[in-house]
């Protein structure tokens, strides 16, 4: 048998809420970036709206969404943007955690299998998500760099099939041997569908429609949460 490892997507697995609604607040509690929250939604409104016709695929909306955030911290630096993400985990995601996925969490964690936080989310703030679970393990969507300071592009996030791709090519990276009968995955969101149909053990947590569909059909695990 090869090395047990636990993949667990962030939004809607692990907190009740999505990340970026906490990234979001933190902007307007501070009354910060107005134009680029009005100039986000502009942008966005219109994908959401085509999304809910049919015209767009989930995993492309969401795509767009998760590398525009870095709209948010451009010409910030590292260090400016790092209350951002304290912020939203500390203040904001305090309240949103699910308890289901937290308590899977732990239970992968005692039985000493490397967990994996597999999102799309800005990757400082799952770092920070991260710590505050005590997982060392962390693949997520990253916001190019330059001379210290966020340029507001983001690398091609990780949702959809890249979530899959970039969850093995993490395990072989790491020398592990991992093999897909070793592994789990968590997710709630069709999204997830990728990564969940590259393990043996896929569950699912709180599914959104699609996803429930898929999870019935196939016998998966269906996880509720009783603190909501």
């Known amino acids: 048998m090869g090395t047990p490892v636990a993949f667990f997507d962030v939004d809607g ?12 607040a933190y902007f307007q509690r501070h009354k910060a970036r107005l134009w680029t929250h009005r100039g986000f939604w502009a942008y966005h409104f219109p994908l959401f709206l085509l999304h809910k ?66 999102s799309s989310g800005p990757k400082p703030l799952v770092v920070h998500i991260a ?29 959809g099939e890249r979530k899959a791709q970039r969850a093995w090519a993490y395990v072989r990276a790491r020398g592990w041997r991992t093999e897909p009968r070793d592994a789990w995955a968590y997710g709630d969101s069709i999204s997830d569908l990728p990564l969940l149909e590259s393990v043996h053990h896929p569950v699912v947590i709180e599914p959104d429609p699609e996803l429930a569909r898929v999870a019935q059909a196939r016998g998966w695990p269906i996880l509720r949460d009783t603190s909501t």
């Open 131 to 159: 710590r505050a679970l005590g997982v060392r393990h962390v693949i997520a969507t990253e916001f190019q760099v330059r001379e210290g300071r966020y340029t507001g592009r983001a690398f091609r996030p990780v949702i």
């Open 13 to 24: 697995t692990l907190t009740r809420v999505h990340v970026w609604q906490g990234f979001m």
């Open 53 to 118: 016709i049919k015209l767009l695929p989930q995993t492309f909306v969401r795509g767009q969404w998760a590398a525009h955030l870095a709209w948010y911290v451009r010409g910030m630096s590292v260090e400016e943007a790092e209350p951002i993400w304290r912020w939203v985990v500390e203040a904001y995601l305090a309240k949103h955690w699910r308890e289901i996925g937290l308590q899977r969490v732990q239970w992968h964690k005692g039985l000493g299998h490397p967990v994996v936080l597999v």
